[in-house]
């Protein structure tokens, strides 16, 4: 069955941009959460929802970030005012209830110059 | 901030050997899983130990956890070429968030 989709699979955009990327679930999945991961570390948690609502967005690391869920399934994370600093891979993944198991996408890799 | 440490950071072995990579971490959890992760691609996720067990098994995998010093061990048996990856413990967080906290992850090499 089809997994965690992410798109674009790469962005690369200037400084001071907007950028928005996008998560499709696993269907059924009502837990999403986004990471961030910087080169040779670990994900970061960034938000996670439970359904259409934001459960803990206390991993987002200042009010650029933003992510929503509107009808629960597609997730998307938005990014104002990009700053270079903002450059990494940003995943996702989804889980059948939270404190299952993840399913991660392949992630958007996002480059600011 | 990340709550696990993996042990080592690389580890580059012969096929066939056994891999074993530690895990630490830092606060109350409800389980650690263990996650693997192919170059440029997403996580998969190996295996569950709840906070109540001591060792798990899956395949080629062992997994042991001490809770009482807060560290996990994943043993990686008759290694292949293709296990080259890196490894991340995560733990969820006690309180009952679900947020996973990853550590650096080992990066490990198994050689044909």
């Known amino acids: 069955g089809a997994g965690v989709s992410q798109t674009p699979s790469n962005k690369v955009t200037e400084k001071g941009k907007y950028v928005e990327l996008r998560c499709d679930p696993i269907?059924?999945?009502?837990?999403l959460y986004w990471y961030r991961q910087s080169l040779g570390q670990g994900p970061e948690f960034l938000i996670y929802?439970?359904?259409?609502?934001?459960?803990?967005d206390s991993g987002l690391p200042n009010d650029r970030f933003f992510a929503v869920r509107p009808e629960g399934s597609v997730s998307t994370l938005k990014i104002q005012r990009t700053e270079r600093g903002d450059s990494a891979v940003y995943l996702c993944?989804?889980?059948?209830?939270?404190?299952?198991?993840?399913?991660f996408g392949d992630g958007t890799r996002l480059s600011i110059l | 901030s990340q709550q696990g440490e993996e042990d080592p950071q690389a580890l580059s072995i012969q096929e066939g050997e056994n891999a074993t990579m530690n895990c630490s971490y830092k606060?109350?959890?409800?389980?650690l899983q263990w996650y693997r992760q192919n170059s440029g691609r997403g996580l998969v996720h190996l295996i569950l130990?709840?906070?109540?067990?001591r060792e798990k098994h899956s395949g080629r995998l062992r997994v042991t956890l001490d809770t009482s010093k807060k560290s996990s061990s994943l043993l990686i048996t008759a290694s292949r070429a293709a296990d080259t990856a890196s490894y991340f413990c995560?733990?969820?967080?006690?309180?009952?968030?679900?947020?996973?906290?990853f550590g650096k992850g080992t990066r490990l090499s198994v050689i044909a």
């Open positions: 993944a989804s889980s059948l209830q939270g404190g299952q198991p993840q399913h």
């Open positions: 269907s059924g999945h009502t837990a």
């Open positions: 929802f439970q359904g259409t609502g934001a459960a803990d």
């Open positions: 606060t109350s959890i409800n389980n």
């Open positions: 130990i709840r906070s109540n067990e």
């Open positions: 995560a733990t969820d967080r006690n309180s009952g968030n679900t947020p996973l906290v």
